[in-house]
């Protein structure tokens, strides 16, 4: 990948976009890039923490997995985004897994390097603390979510977090621009598939919920929060 490619995806992503080119270039000169195939993972839960990475295209998916080896998705990152969230400014692993879920190029810089920069320019560490911040809270709403709501109101919740982070708004309506199983979104609650897709069944008959014809789906977040009421 060449350097203005490099540099223009960093100074994409929230944590750089307020950077001159100049003031990148640092991060640019130790940014590597690598491409990965569905299935792949980028690392394992557990392994030595080494790298930051920021998705160019493509999914990738963080979960963990249970004792029984149930899995729980944390998150799944697209292109802007990057991961891991946690173990910055600290000797440690990886808390969770990150497989790739489609053809997915990568920039990785190894988090020794990067921590080095960000001292060396304290607004950047603002930025990067408001993103792990917005991170925890999501992360404190999710647990209150299973600790308050029963399934129902959790698939609902779901649905209009991922409006948030995975989707663009149309009009009125929101369309999630990742397609999800019903198999990964029961993941993302710790229900099991039949649950949800009995959900999101009902919620299509009420016309809260519509697939388009590329089976992306389509939400009427107004009416949907109403069912929360």
Do not use: W
């Not at 160019?56 to 292109?79: D, L, M, N, P, Y």
């Not at 920069?117 to 991170?135: A, D, M, T, Y």
């Not at 609650?189 to 009902?202: A, D, H, M, Y």
């Amino acid at each position: 990948m060449r350097i203005e490619e490099i540099t223009e995806r960093l100074m994409s992503v929230p944590l750089f976009n307020d950077l001159s080119k100049e003031e990148i270039q640092p991060f640019v000169s130790i940014a590597r890039y690598r491409f990965y195939k569905p299935k792949m993972y980028v690392f394992m839960q557990g392994d030595p923490l080494e790298n930051v990475y920021f998705v160019h295209s493509g999914r990738v998916k963080i979960f963990k997995t249970e004792v029984t080896g149930k899995e729980q998705i944390v998150s799944i990152i697209e292109a802007g985004g990057m991961f891991p969230h946690a173990g910055f400014f600290r000797n440690g692993n990886y808390p969770a897994f990150a497989e790739i879920m489609d053809d997915t190029h990568l920039l990785m810089i190894p988090i020794q390097k990067f921590e080095e920069i960000l001292i060396s320019h304290p607004e950047l560490c603002i930025k990067l603390f408001k993103v792990l911040g917005g991170k925890i809270i999501e992360l404190q709403s999710r647990l209150e979510e299973q600790i308050l709501h029963n399934t129902y109101e959790q698939i609902i919740m779901l649905l209009l977090r991922l409006c948030k982070t995975n989707g663009e708004k149309i009009g009125d309506i929101y369309r999630i621009t990742t397609s999800f199983t019903n198999r990964e979104l029961a993941n993302m609650i710790g229900t099991s598939r039949e649950t949800v897709s009995r959900t999101l069944n009902g919620l299509k008959k009420k016309k809260y919920l519509m697939t388009d014809e590329d089976g992306f789906f389509l939400i009427n977040v107004k009416d949907l929060h109403q069912e929360l009421l």
